[in-house]
């Protein structure tokens, strides 16, 4: 059974801070790993999506790393606003093959002004 | 283009009332899904849509019913609502291509089960 785990739970830097969220997954059978973002009392917002044949993906500020190999993703997020508060969740395929998504329990970040 | 709605926003139940949540996409997926996101558990997927005409159980699907109405719209039936389906629910769509398969997510009904 998939299984995926984000460290840390919870994170707090101050504004204009360069940090890395981690995701480990435990099948590595995947065809791809996504990052979203949730605010609070709202829904989920795709951030990025990496197939597995790529071994990075870049949106603005966010780069996303996967390494299928050792089961592990990082979501790198470059000079931190405070508006970059939320929480971030990780996603991978239950299984090889599968529609269905098994998620990580999240980081929750805060960025200090 | 709207994405992925969700109606209600809100709902407030009695044990053994029963409701529909309703959901629709405008991006021309073939796959749906329906899931709950409870504290400390994370998100957990309760039925899912593979394309129009299917319908498969996901994690949780003790206590709920789904329909595939058409390829827009999916939803959600509580036959009896239990305290214990008190949560937070939330649509999804993708594109049925596995290698691509990224999940847009509607904005969530709040339900809360007396």
């Known amino acids: 059974k998939q299984e995926v785990t984000q460290i840390p739970a919870a994170l707090s830097v101050p504004e204009g801070e360069n940090l890395v969220l981690n995701c480990s997954f435990t099948d590595s059978a995947i065809y791809n790993l996504q990052w979203f973002r949730q605010d609070p009392g709202k829904g989920l917002t795709s951030l990025l999506l990496?197939?597995?044949?790529?071994r990075e993906q870049t949106s603005g500020r966010l780069n996303a790393s996967l390494d299928k190999s050792s089961g592990r993703s990082t979501l790198y997020i470059a000079a931190s606003q405070p508006g970059d508060s939320a929480t971030y969740l990780c996603a991978v395929p239950s299984g090889a093959g599968s529609y269905q998504l098994t998620f990580g329990k999240g980081t929750k970040l805060s960025v200090i002004p | 283009n709207a994405g992925v709605t969700q109606t209600p926003k809100f709902q407030v139940l009695k044990t053994g009332q029963s409701m529909t949540l309703q959901c629709a996409q405008d991006?021309?997926?073939?796959?749906m899904y329906w899931y709950r996101q409870d504290p400390g558990m994370g998100l957990r997927l309760i039925y899912y849509?593979?394309?129009?005409?299917?319908?498969d159980k996901g994690e949780v699907p003790n206590g709920y019913n789904v329909s595939r109405l058409n390829k827009r719209e999916f939803s959600l039936r509580l036959e009896s609502a239990a305290p214990s389906q008190t949560s937070v629910y939330f649509c999804?769509?993708?594109?049925?291509?596995?290698?691509?398969?990224?999940?847009?997510f509607g904005p969530g009904t709040r339900l809360t089960v007396l």
């Open positions: 991006m021309n997926h073939n796959s």
């Open positions: 999804a769509s993708s594109s049925t291509d596995r290698v691509f398969n990224e999940q847009f």
């Open positions: 990496i197939q597995s044949s790529q």
């Open positions: 849509s593979a394309s129009e005409g299917t319908t």
